[in-house]
T-cell receptor, first 112, second 110 residues
């Protein structure tokens, strides 16, 4: 089955620790995205990548980092510099510009 | 930068009533997409509108793109409990960067 897989579904971390969220897709999509969603809020773009080995900052990139070494994978690291990391993180991909985005199931990160 | 306002923020309706959410942009759009997110779930693509004045239907859902391509609406006729969720509009800023509206959370009372 083709799709986007995010893992883990739930993640708990201590304050001050870096944590990496996984996102893998087998849809052969060039573009991938990371969004953050806070309770009752919309989606805010953290980073996006149009192609392998290239990525761009979104609207709220501070405290986050990404890599795109393979077409299928776009991991997101939440660093200790992110002041309020507790949120629902969604990864998405699309085949090209102006096409629908496919989302993963999301990772709910709680920092204690 | 580009802003996408969505209204209302919340809507509670009785089952069988109609529902409409509106999406307004500060700039002219090349296209607009609509997504639905069920409670606890992830956004799922519903439709994309491209042409000025375009109207598309999916069963009880009607999507409209404004003549000036600055606004869009989603109308649900005779809501059902399965319509519960948050409806987002999203626009492509032109560089693979999808910007999502704030969403309208729909609650349907049986």
């Amino acid at each position: 089955d083709g799709g986007i897989t995010q893992s883990p579904k739930y993640l708990f971390r201590k304050e001050g620790q870096n944590v990496t969220l996984s996102c893998e897709q087998n849809l052969n999509h060039d573009a991938m995205y990371w969004y953050r969603q806070d309770p009752g809020q919309g989606l805010r773009l953290i980073y996006y990548s149009q192609i392998v080995n290239d990525f761009q900052k979104g609207d709220i990139a501070e405290g986050y980092s990404v890599s795109r070494e393979k077409k299928e994978s776009f991991p997101l690291t939440v660093t200790s510099a992110q002041k309020n990391p507790t949120a629902f993180y969604l990864c998405a991909s699309s085949i090209a510009q102006n096409t629908e985005a496919f989302f993963g199931q999301g990772t709910r990160l709680t920092v204690v | 930068g580009q802003q996408v306002m969505q209204i209302p923020q919340y809507q509670h309706v009785q089952e069988g009533e109609d529902f409409t959410t509106y999406c307004n942009s500060s700039t002219t759009l090349s296209n607009i997409q609509w997504y639905k997110q069920r409670p606890g779930g992830h956004p799922v693509f519903l439709i994309q509108l491209v042409k000025s004045g375009e109207v598309k239907k999916q069963k009880r859902l009607t999507f409209q793109f404004g003549e000036a391509k600055k606004n869009s609406s989603l109308h649900i006729t005779a809501t059902q409990t399965t319509d519960v969720g948050t409806y987002f509009c999203a626009l492509d800023s032109g560089t693979y960067k999808y910007i999502f509206g704030t969403g309208t959370r729909l609650k349907v009372l049986a």
